[in-house]
Antibody, heavy 121, light 110 residues
């Protein structure tokens, strides 16, 4: 079964950091671009970041550029998002999503269940 | 770059057809045939429904169809069913090599 499982979310104070992880299974992870998409409570989806299959191409939304860092380990079938300098407006469910084809910023065909990040003092 | 514009809500009776619009600009929806649609039930992860404007992934009902005219993409649900009640999100590739989503549309089956 194709599956993505996120972890690492939690409650953090403003200015704090977290490392989100996404474990992939059931497909050839190294062949796909991967993405992070977030959803603030009661709001729509917001694309956060994309990484190509080989990590050669990385993209960020302006709202997180300079504070978040996406990475992957194809030997461990894992995707990561280092989130730093957190703000209240970063409070959201963070989803890991697979790119439909090998290119970044593509449609997202498989989604994880999400991990909640709450930024509050 | 502002989010794509979707109506907050759309409703219809069982068996009817409804259409959800998704309006952007020539830098996103109008400039590329890379519009996607996602269905999201409360408390669940989004589900992939349409890609490249009008292509359905395997397993998605043919009651769902997508189209585009100019800067506006549309998702049509025909033969509306109770299980279609959910939030629907559109997205598009952009000229900044990013992805932009709409604000989401709540579909209510009356």
């Amino acid at each position: 079964e194709v599956q993505l499982v996120e972890s690492g979310g939690g409650l953090v104070k403003p200015g704090g950091s977290l490392r989100l992880s996404c474990a992939a299974s059931g497909f050839t992870f190294r062949s796909y671009s991967m993405n992070w998409v977030r959803q603030a409570p009661g709001k729509g989806l917001e694309w956060v970041s994309s990484i190509s299959s080989s990590s050669s191409d990385i993209y960020y939304a302006d709202s997180v550029k300079g504070r978040f860092a996406i990475s992957r380990d194809n030997t461990k079938n894992s995707l990561y998002l280092q989130v730093n300098s957190l703000r209240a407006e970063d409070t959201a469910v963070y989803y890991c999503a697979r790119g439909l084809r090998g290119v970044p910023n593509d449609a997202f065909d498989i989604w994880g269940q999400g991990t909640m990040v709450t930024v509050s003092s | 770059q502002s989010a794509l514009t979707q109506p907050a809500s759309v409703s219809g009776s069982p068996g009817q057809s409804i259409t959800i619009s998704c309006t952007g600009t020539s830098s996103d929806v109008g400039g590329y045939n890379y519009v996607s649609w996602y269905q999201q039930h409360p408390g669940k992860a989004p589900k992939f429904m349409i890609y490249d404007v009008s292509h359905r992934p395997s397993g998605v009902s043919n009651r769902f169809s997508g189209s585009k005219s100019g800067n506006t993409a549309s998702l049509t649900i025909s033969g509306l069913q109770a299980e279609d009640e959910a939030d629907y999100h559109c997205s598009s590739y952009t000229s900044n090599n990013n992805v932009i989503f709409g604000g989401g549309t709540k579909v209510t089956v009356l």
